[in-house]
Nanobody, 116 residues
């Protein structure tokens, strides 16, 4: 089963940018789809963006036009480019991967804090 490790979180001012990375052990070619989720304090975990093996992407309405999900199969890495960050984007961000056996794996999360 694939293992995932997120990085790139941190503290940024509103309007700033961050790029999150999710490094996957094993081959990305065995993964059907990947996604970024986030969970703010006291709230449920919510989908931020998804990307299928063919490259089709999907975004939550709250991040459309500001966030971009991408994957580099050669580097076994998933990315989330976050621009025009808002305080309401503050959360722990998690990546996940759905493999060919439909097993879902989660990373440990990375904190993103946006100050106003």
């Amino acid at each position: 089963q694939v293992q995932l490790v997120e990085s790139g979180g941190g503290l940024v001012q509103a309007g700033g940018s961050l790029r999150l990375s999710c490094a996957a052990s094993g081959s990305m070619f065995a993964i059907r789809a990947m996604a970024w989720y986030r969970q703010a304090p006291g709230k449920q975990r919510e989908m931020v963006a998804t990307i299928a093996s063919g490259g089709t992407t999907n975004y939550a309405d709250s991040v459309k036009g500001r966030f971009t999900i991408s994957r580099d199969n050669a580097k076994n890495t998933l990315y989330l480019q976050m621009n025009s960050l808002k305080p309401e984007d503050t959360a722990v961000y998690y990546c996940n991967a759905l493999d060919r056996d439909y097993a879902l794996t989660w990373g440990q999360g990375t904190q993103v804090t946006v100050s106003s």
